[in-house]
């Protein structure tokens, strides 16, 4: 991409002659690139701190139980409850997954994800562990992986290695039996975890 524009500098010692039509293929590649960083960096910086918060969902569904019923006050809780981690963590953890594993198939080279998936998963619950511990460390954690990303594409100028792992990524579907094992997993950690904490922080 930006490589082309480099080769069309003008040669140590001449004496630059500056045209529209010389400004505008030289600097188009680094408008891509500026827009490209821009966008991704957006994204790392919205998703990570999602991934790496304590309360990734901050629903709190709980203040719409208008029963007066002690019971059935239980009940809706239970449910709220039941909506928010059980029944999209597993969503979620899914499509962090997906992401994780194009990364991991960018820095591994590999050329299977059923390679990643294991990585790819143990990765998303160490980064939700350490968001219990200490929420500055998960965001580290959450973080490393995309920025090492961004920063190969850099030193490579090409988007061709990340478009092969995202094609990659679409042979989810063939490990979905494995993928319900991990998302099963990944939730029982996570209602662990939440549960300690609510049972500590009421202390």
């Known amino acids: 991409m ?12 001449a004496f630059p002659v500056l045209t529209a039509e010389g400004f505008f293929p030289l600097v188009e590649p680094v408008v891509n690139l500026v827009l490209f960083i821009t966008l991704y960096a957006l994204f790392v910086f919205k998703f990570y701190r999602f991934i790496a918060r304590k309360d990734i969902f901050r629903l709190n569904l709980a203040k719409y139980n208008t029963a ?3 019971a059935l006050q239980k009940m809706a809780h239970g449910f709220a409850y039941f909506l928010e981690h059980i029944f999209l963590f597993p969503f979620f953890m899914f499509f962090w997954v997906g992401i994780l594993s194009a990364l991991l198939l960018v820095l591994s080279h590999a050329d299977t994800i059923g390679f990643v998936l294991p990585l790819s998963i143990a990765f ?31 030193i490579e100028g090409s988007f061709s290695t990340l478009a ?21 997993f990944a939730t029982l950690v996570e209602l662990i975890l939440r549960s300690l904490h609510v049972m500590f922080s009421r202390k």
Request: overall charge negative; cysteine-free; proline content about 6%.
């Open 2 to 13: 930006f490589h082309e524009a480099l080769a069309s500098a003008t040669p140590l010692g």
């Open 68 to 70: 007066q019923h002690p």
């Open 164 to 184: 092969d792992s995202f094609f990659l990524v679409q042979q989810l579907p063939l490990f979905s039996k494995t993928m319900l094992y991990y998302l099963g």
């Open 124 to 154: 998303g619950v160490t980064i939700r562990i350490t968001a219990y511990y200490n929420e500055e460390l998960s965001v580290e954690l959450a973080k490393l992986l995309p920025l090492t990303l961004l920063a190969i594409f850099l």
